[in-house]
Nanobody, 130 residues
Framework: LRSSCRRGGGLVQPGGSLRLSCAAS????????FAWFRQAPGKEREGFIY????????WYPDSVEGRFTISSDKAKNTVYLQMKNLKFEDTAVYFCAAGPRQQYGLQATHALGVAGMDYWGRGTRVTVSS
């Protein structure tokens, strides 16, 4: 997976917005579940938002609070993460990831954690600071 940040540097003020993109290659987009993970300093990497590559179904835990949106463009084999109203605690390295579609859906994929993903982007550092 090739990930990139559309706005350079990944430095944003609290309340700001940022959009990350992730281009997939080497596997069928329709066969994959895509996710964004993040790893804050001193913490484990955790997945927080998911999209089905075939039908665009979304899933995210309640803790996401609606400030993050995942979307996909199958024509471009690309997945996006739109972040808004960013907070200090959103500071982390963000990774896009892809794994096989699970029989029991996206929440089941979330339960697998990093083990549910086979492909990883290189990570993009997002720093929320005033």
């Amino acid at each position: 997976l090739r990930s990139s940040c559309r706005r350079g540097g990944g430095l944003v003020q609290p309340g700001g917005s940022l959009r990350l993109s992730c281009a997939a290659s080497g596997f069928r987009f329709d066969d994959a579940t895509f996710a964004w993970f993040r790893q804050a300093p001193g913490k484990e990497r955790e997945g927080f938002i998911y999209i089905d590559g075939s039908d665009g179904t979304l899933w995210y835990p309640d803790s996401v609070e609606g400030r993050f949106t995942i979307s996909s463009d199958k024509a471009k084999n690309t997945v996006y993460l739109q972040m808004k109203n960013l907070k200090f605690e959103d500071t982390a390295v963000y990774f896009c990831a892809a794994g096989p579609r699970q029989q029991y859906g996206l929440q089941a994929t979330h339960a697998l954690g990093v083990a549910g993903m086979d492909y990883w982007g290189r990570g993009t550092r997002v720093t929320v600071s005033s």
